[in-house]
């Protein structure tokens, strides 16, 4: 398992938090919203859009400030894939493969894109990732509950 920062830990817990409370709108400052819960939309910055979040784009947009996330891409009015997944993996200390995982549900786990969309499945998964180090859609249903359990003997 990857060896967490201590900010990576508050910022999942943050991102954990705001999809249990039903993923609700957001004004962040400066422009910066979030709005709904999409995992197949990055964070943009855009006053007027209503932005949808991934995981990625919510760590982006709730740690901002200690991120610098503006300045590191150069100002650019969105923070595109690799930005907010690059940053995001960084800032929290994930391993690549964890924070493709976490970040990229479609690739390694069964479902369509927007089965991924569920906030309760969302912050389960984190918080799974939180407690284990592992990353498992797979494992929950999208109210949140497990439906793969694990027998370890």
Do not use: Y
Not at 143 to 150: D, T
Request: glycine share 12%; charged share 25%.
């Amino acid at each position: 398992m990857s060896e967490l920062t201590q900010e990576g830990r508050k910022a999942l817990v943050t991102v954990a938090e705001w999809l249990e409370d039903g993923a609700p709108h957001k004004k962040l400052g400066g422009g910066l919203q979030l709005d709904a819960f999409d995992m197949e939309t990055v964070v943009q910055v855009d006053p007027t859009c209503g932005t949808s979040c991934c995981i990625a784009g919510a760590v982006c947009q709730f740690e901002r400030l200690g991120m610098n996330a503006r300045d590191k891409l150069g100002g650019l009015e969105w923070m595109g894939d690799n930005g907010a997944f690059d940053m995001a993996r960084d800032f929290i200390g994930m391993s690549d493969c964890s924070a493709r995982s976490m970040f990229m549900p479609w690739v390694s786990f069964d479902g369509q894109d927007d089965s991924f969309n569920s906030a309760a499945r969302g912050a389960a998964v984190i918080r799974h990732f939180l407690a284990t180090g592992e990353v498992d859609w797979d494992r929950f249903d999208d109210s949140g509950k497990v439906v793969v359990e694990v027998c370890e003997e």
